[in-house]
T-cell receptor
């Protein structure tokens, strides 16, 4: 079974631009969660999508948004990028329902200059 | 505010030593506590704990939850260099929100 895939793996953007990251979950998994990881803050929850609906949201500004498609693939968008948005963005998929076991993708390293 | 605190933040030991990593939490509506190992990029799942006092074991790794003390420990016996990683503790609440600690960076010297 293929694992969670994320594209692109690396990205360099300038302040003020916007970026879209993509995550393809493990086949059959309906839940996709997004996380931001920085050295200072550790791993922080952004949001979770389940069956195309946002089920949970962390404490991030509205510049961070996401969506999930009918095939469970998910995208995350960050608008008006700031230097502080530089981070590793991880997505994780799980079967959904009562399963709490998440499988993480390799991440997208975003650098904002 | 819900929070998960891990200690120590970093640890350096010699191969063969036993280590104990700590995780404490203050989370309303606790549902489960999770441990992950992060080596390069993607964290990999180790354990999920929901009941107090029941040890979960996988090879040289074991973990136990103490709901009274709102904490958990992760033990690694006979450490090997391949155990070098960041170990993350996370707590999930009944609203399916998950909060991670900042991790313990473990380095095993040969």
């Amino acid at each position: 079974k293929a694992g969670v895939t994320q594209t692109p793996r690396y990205l360099i953007k300038t302040r003020g631009q916007q970026v879209t990251l993509s995550c393809s979950p493990i086949s059959g998994h309906r839940s996709v969660s997004w996380y931001q990881q920085t050295p200072g803050q550790g791993l922080q929850f952004l949001f979770e999508y389940f069956s195309e609906t946002q089920r949970n949201k962390g404490n991030f500004p509205g510049r961070f948004s996401g969506r999930q498609f009918s095939n469970s693939r998910s995208e995350m968008n960050v608008s008006t990028l700031e230097l502080g948005d530089s981070a590793l963005y991880l997505c994780a998929s799980s079967p959904g329902g009562n399963s709490y076991e998440q499988y993480f993708g390799p991440g997208t390293r975003l650098t904002v200059t | 505010e819900d929070k998960v605190v891990q200690s120590p933040l970093s640890l350096v030991v010699h191969e063969g030593d036993t280590v104990t990593l700590n995780c404490s939490y203050e989370v309303t509506n606790f549902r489960s506590l999770l441990w992950y190992k992060q080596e390069k990029k993607a964290p990999t799942f180790l354990f999920m704990l929901t009941s107090s006092g029941i040890e979960k074991k996988s090879g040289r790794l074991s973990s136990i939850l103490d709901k009274k003390e709102l904490s958990s420990i992760l033990n690694i016996t006979a450490t090997q260099t391949g155990d070098s990683a960041i170990y993350l503790c996370a707590v999930e609440d009944r609203d399916d929100k998950i909060i991670f600690g900042k991790g313990t960076r473990l380095h095993i010297l040969p």
